[in-house]
């Protein structure tokens, strides 16, 4: 349908180009310079290209199903542990807090902190794994949930910058933009401390266990933790151009996220439910094939399912 004439809309981008101009920094991406879209297309008249992709990205049914994926404990037994969706929206926070101080684009940055793991499988990191190793073995092909979530992004057909920093939020190649750098930092940011905090809720951790050099560098919560990280990366980042965490604080930041991997991610303690989440998985993906699905369909359902489906579908299987 045709867009609604009015002054508002006709001085939108006009008035924007100009703020931007005035308050961004040189390093910015401008929002009407994007590379563009795939499949073109007629822009909003009274949004931005990236403010239009992050609500493109809210409206998807793959962000929504982020509620119902794990972010490190499947199924948990309480209202306060975090979800996929719940580090999406802190990752999109802080990330938003980190463009400010250094005067880059937020909406950008919002949209990739958004988007970053709309492709995620259920079951967290073992989820992952799980389908990995299944995909290695059936198809001697890798899966990774950051080339899921662009996939994605490129049907939603969001703008190359936005598609750019959800591929490279994780991952061997680096975001083209400063903003996808910012989400790329800030997402480990967000997940090391917040997995702290359920891990410590879960019983898994007390804060007697934590490392005490890090903890002493960094901060004794995680409010004050995220607090620390933030300062030393905006700092730093405004002194290099580029966006960097001092040496010490992110050597330390490194430290603590290997502490989780080898304590909580990767642990003892989780090994039943991760051995869980491999087996229904694996049930549930050579199920699809075994009735004519091909690796690209079957991952893609797979890859969609929230915690509960999934286990309600391997359910059904067994009878």
Do not use: W
């Not at 967290?124 to 662009?150: C, I, M, Y």
């Amino acid at each position: 349908m045709p867009e609604v004439a009015g002054t508002v809309a006709d001085a939108f981008a006009e008035r924007t180009r100009e703020l931007e101009e005035r308050t961004l920094s040189p390093l910015a991406v401008r929002s009407y310079q994007t590379r563009g879209r795939g499949r073109p297309e007629e822009e909003c008249a009274v949004r931005t290209p990236f403010q239009r992709d992050r609500d493109r990205i809210v409206h998807s049914k793959a962000f929504r199903r982020l509620k119902g994926k794990t972010q490190v404990f499947i199924d948990p037994v309480g209202d306060h542990y975090r979800t996929r969706m719940t580090h999406t929206l802190e990752t999109a926070a802080i990330s938003r807090v980190v463009a400010r101080a250094l005067r880059l684009n937020e909406d950008l940055v919002e949209a990739i902190g958004l988007g970053h793991d709309m492709g995620h499988t259920p079951f967290g990191h073992a989820g992952e794994d799980a389908l990995d190793e299944v995909l290695r073995e059936r198809f001697g092909r890798p899966f990774r949930h950051n080339e899921q979530s662009f996939a994605i992004a490129l049907r939603l057909n969001l703008t190359d910058e936005v598609c750019d920093g959800i591929l490279t939020h994780t991952g061997e190649r680096d975001p083209a933009t400063l903003e996808g750098k910012i989400v790329r930092v800030v997402d480990r940011v967000a997940y090391i401390n917040h997995d702290i905090d359920d891990a410590i809720r879960f019983g898994m951790l007390s804060e007697a266990d934590l490392p005490r050099q890090e903890i002493e560098l960094l901060g004794p919560t995680g409010a004050l933790r995220i607090d620390r990280l933030v300062h030393d990366l905006v700092e730093t980042s405004e002194a290099a151009g580029d966006i960097r965490q001092s040496d010490e604080v992110g050597e330390a930041m490194l430290s603590l996220r290997a502490y989780m991997f080898d304590r909580v991610y990767l642990g003892p303690q989780v090994e039943p439910e991760h051995r869980r989440a491999r087996e229904v998985l694996r049930r549930v993906f050579d199920h699809l094939v075994a009735g004519g699905d091909d690796p690209d369909e079957a991952v893609e359902y797979v890859a969609g399912m929230t915690d509960r489906f999934a286990l309600s579908f391997a359910q059904r299987l067994e009878h």
